[in-house]
């Protein structure tokens, strides 16, 4: 079973080196991507020759549910285009998570597609620590939960010489105990409109980034089951109950 790993300021991402029959990332936790007979990671990504294409987005993106790496959306991309696609997805991503990671890896391409969206409405919409400008993300009680059981001055005492902490005390004392503010409001015109404005601002910054890197952008809304106006398939059915009980998001 994949898990996430913890990672800085994106908070997590896939297990990294995962292998399995149906699903394989490499040394970053980005799923490998189809091109022709060979697989790619996101250093054969970077070398290869020609346009380059990045497939951004959460579970959707990644291929959650797919059962072969070459059945993913980018790997099938790959088999009608003469752009080399990339599967940029992180699982339970949101449109900050996204824009983070692109940003830490500033990858050279010629086009970028954001399937995205969803986790933004389900994280920020049900959150308990909803707080702008930052929003709110998959997971977030556990990070919360793990950030309780150690306060920052224990933290600091753990891991700084004594020297140190003394000079971090005098000074920012006052600040160490500052926790995480759960949210002002739970009406939800109130809270979508909130987050209506972190999409906003992502895709400002995506913007910026477009203008400045000189690639394409195109952004679909990744659809709920719902929105499709269609019955799931078995298989489907399967997965949508796995979710339900562990309550996850994608």
Known sequence: CMVFEW???VMYTNSRGFRSEVCNTDEHGFRYTW????HLSYEDFQASNGPKGLFCGASAAFGVGTTDDKLTIPSLMNDR?????????????NST?????????????EKVVLYSGVNNLVAHLGS???????????????????SSRMTTREAIRQAMPRQL???IRDRFGSLLNLGPQRVSTTDFEARYTELLKIVDRDME????LRDGKQFSLCYMLQPLMPW????PSPEEQELFEILDELGGAG
């Open 128 to 146: 308990a620590y909803f707080s702008p400008p930052f929003g709110a993300f998959c997971e977030e009680s556990l990070f919360y939960l793990m």
């Open 97 to 109: 998570q996204e824009l983070l990671l692109f940003q830490f890896y500033l990858p050279n391409v």
């Open 81 to 93: 285009s003469d752009t080399t696609w990339f599967n940029f997805g992180v699982r339970a991503s």
């Open 35 to 38: 091109h022709g007979e060979s």
């Open 165 to 167: 902490r003394g000079w």
């Open 7 to 9: 990672m800085a300021y």
């Open 205 to 208: 910054v995506w913007r910026i």
């Open 228 to 231: 499709t106006h269609r019955s």
